[in-house]
C-alpha cells in the first residue's frame, strides 16, 4: 500500500543499524513510469512475463523485462475502480487481483468497492471474473496463496489487522484472523498494520507497516483462527527508514523485503538482516513497494524484481536485481 509524501515521517540522520550491508552482483533499471504511476504489487507468470498492480489504475500492467526496449501494456481493466493491489497466482496463469476504489493520500478505500478478482492473463483476450466483495472493509491489501489449499486466497486487511481467506469457486470470505499485532498506529505509515504477506506450508509471514514488524504466524485451517503470532525482526527505533511492506521469498527461507523510503533487505530465518540495496543516503530505490524473483529459463529464477512508488522522481520503477 502507498505511503505519500504529504504524510511520511520525516526521515532523520541516524543510520539503520543492521548486521551488515552488501550490494548485489548487477542492479538495472528495466522501466520508469513517466507519468506519476505508482506501483503497489507484481506477480512473475511462467514465461516471465511480469505483471503489476497500481492503486492509482484500475489496471493490470504486463511487461517483458527480457525485451530489447521493454514497455508496459494494459492487459486487463477492471470496471467500477479507480486502482488495484494485491495480486497473487491461484492456478497457472490464473491470478487474484484485488481492486476497488482506492483513496491513494490516506490508503483507503470506499467502503463497499473492494473485490477479489481472476483474471486468466493465458488467452489472447485475458478473461476476469469478479469472485467476491468484502463490503465492510477498507483496506484489503495484500495477496497470497495458501499450500494445500486449492482455490484459496488469503488477503490481509490493514486497516482491520485481519487476514481473510476467500475461496476463487465458491466465493466464500471467512475471516481466519484478527488480531491486535495485526493492527495499525496512527504514527506511522498512515496507520496500515499488516501489509504483505506470503505463505510457506501453513505458516504465514507478513509485514506490519505502522508497528514497523516482520512476523509469522501459524494458519492450520481457513475456517479457524491462527495463533503463535511471531515477532522475526524490527525496523530499528530512530532510523532513517519507516516501514517494511511487501517481499519475497527464497527457497532458503529468506525474506526480501522492500523499505521505506529507499532500501531493499534481506532477512535470514535466524532474523538477521543487512541492506543489499539502496541506504546510506542512496535514493535509487523511490519508495519501493513490492518484490518477486523471476521464472522461466536458467538464470532468471536469480533476477529479483523490485518495484517503486516512484514518489520524488516521474513514476514508478521496475528495477532488476542479480545475485
Same mark, same amino acid.
Given at each position: 500500500? /502507498?505511503?505519500?509524501?504529504?504524510? @511520511?515521517?520525516?526521515?532523520?540522520?541516524? %543510520? @539503520?543499524?543492521?548486521?551488515?550491508? #552488501?550490494?548485489?552482483?548487477?542492479?538495472?533499471?528495466?522501466?520508469?513510469?513517466?507519468?506519476?504511476?505508482?506501483?503497489?504489487?507484481?506477480?512473475?507468470?511462467?514465461?516471465?512475463? @511480469? @505483471?503489476?498492480?497500481?492503486?492509482?489504475?484500475?489496471?493490470?500492467?504486463?511487461?517483458? %523485462?527480457?525485451?530489447?526496449?521493454?514497455?508496459?501494456?494494459?492487459?486487463?481493466?477492471?470496471?467500477?475502480?479507480?486502482?488495484?493491489?494485491?495480486?497473487?497466482?491461484?492456478?497457472?496463469?490464473?491470478?487474484?487481483?484485488?481492486?476497488?476504489?482506492?483513496? /491513494?493520500?490516506?490508503?483507503?478505500?470506499?467502503?463497499?468497492?473492494?473485490?477479489?478478482?481472476?483474471?486468466?492473463?493465458?488467452?489472447?483476450?485475458?478473461?476476469?471474473?469478479?469472485?467476491?466483495?468484502?463490503?465492510?472493509?477498507?483496506?484489503?491489501?495484500?495477496?497470497?496463496?495458501?499450500?494445500?489449499? %486449492?482455490?484459496?486466497?488469503?488477503? #490481509?486487511?490493514?486497516?482491520?489487522?485481519?487476514?481473510?481467506?476467500?475461496?476463487?469457486?465458491?466465493?466464500?470470505?471467512?475471516?481466519?484472523?484478527?488480531?491486535?499485532?495485526?493492527?495499525?498506529? %496512527?504514527?506511522?505509515?498512515?496507520?496500515?498494520?499488516?501489509?504483505?504477506?506470503?505463505?510457506?506450508?501453513?505458516?504465514?509471514?507478513?509485514?506490519?507497516?505502522?508497528?514497523?514488524?516482520?512476523?509469522?504466524?501459524?494458519?492450520?485451517?481457513?475456517?479457524?483462527?491462527?495463533?503463535?503470532?511471531?515477532?522475526?525482526?524490527?525496523?530499528?527505533?530512530?532510523?532513517?527508514?519507516?516501514?517494511?511492506?511487501?517481499?519475497?521469498?527464497?527457497?532458503?527461507?529468506?525474506?526480501?523485503?522492500?523499505?521505506?523510503?529507499?532500501?531493499?533487505?534481506?532477512?535470514?530465518?535466524?532474523?538477521?538482516?543487512?541492506?543489499?540495496?539502496?541506504?546510506?543516503?542512496?535514493?535509487?530505490?523511490?519508495?519501493?513497494? #513490492?518484490?518477486?524473483?523471476?521464472?522461466?529459463?536458467?538464470?532468471?529464477?536469480?533476477?529479483?524484481?523490485?518495484?517503486?512508488?516512484?514518489?520524488?522522481?516521474?513514476?514508478?520503477?521496475?528495477?532488476?536485481?542479480?545475485?
Amino acid at each position: 500500500m /502507498p505511503f505519500y509524501p504529504a504524510v @511520511l515521517l520525516a526521515l532523520l540522520a541516524i %543510520p @539503520l543499524i543492521f548486521a551488515s550491508t #552488501s550490494s548485489p552482483n548487477n542492479f538495472h533499471t528495466v522501466y520508469q513510469f513517466e507519468d506519476g504511476t505508482f506501483l503497489e504489487n507484481i506477480a512473475v507468470r511462467f514465461n516471465g512475463d @511480469l @505483471l503489476l498492480t497500481s492503486p492509482v489504475k484500475p489496471v493490470i500492467y504486463t511487461l517483458n %523485462p527480457h525485451s530489447l526496449n521493454p514497455s508496459p501494456s494494459i492487459i486487463f481493466e477492471f470496471p467500477n475502480a479507480t486502482g488495484t493491489t494485491g495480486i497473487a497466482e491461484v492456478y497457472p496463469d490464473v491470478f487474484a487481483v484485488l481492486a476497488g476504489v482506492l483513496n /491513494p493520500q490516506n490508503a483507503t478505500a470506499e467502503k463497499g468497492s473492494l473485490c477479489l478478482w481472476t483474471v486468466d492473463v493465458g488467452h489472447h483476450k485475458p478473461a476476469g471474473k469478479k469472485i467476491a466483495c468484502v463490503p465492510e472493509s477498507t483496506g484489503l491489501n495484500g495477496a497470497t496463496t495458501l499450500e494445500g489449499a %486449492p482455490g484459496i486466497v488469503l488477503v #490481509s486487511d490493514s486497516r482491520l489487522g485481519g487476514i481473510y481467506s476467500i475461496n476463487v469457486h465458491t466465493g466464500e470470505v471467512v475471516l481466519v484472523v484478527q488480531d491486535t499485532l495485526l493492527e495499525g498506529t %496512527p504514527e506511522n505509515a498512515l496507520g496500515l498494520g499488516i501489509n504483505g504477506l506470503r505463505t510457506r506450508g501453513h505458516t504465514v509471514y507478513f509485514a506490519n507497516s505502522s508497528k514497523r514488524f516482520f512476523g509469522s504466524l501459524q494458519l492450520t485451517s481457513t475456517e479457524q483462527t491462527a495463533g503463535n503470532i511471531k515477532t522475526i525482526a524490527t525496523v530499528p527505533d530512530g532510523s532513517n527508514f519507516t516501514a517494511y511492506d511487501d517481499f519475497a521469498l527464497d527457497r532458503k527461507g529468506n525474506a526480501w523485503i522492500t523499505l521505506h523510503s529507499h532500501a531493499l533487505v534481506v532477512l535470514a530465518p535466524s532474523g538477521e538482516q543487512r541492506i543489499v540495496l539502496g541506504g546510506d543516503g542512496s535514493t535509487f530505490l523511490a519508495d519501493p513497494t #513490492s518484490a518477486a524473483f523471476g521464472r522461466g529459463e536458467k538464470g532468471r529464477k536469480e533476477t529479483l524484481y523490485v518495484i517503486t512508488g516512484g514518489i520524488g522522481i516521474t513514476g514508478g520503477q521496475i528495477v532488476a536485481v542479480g545475485f
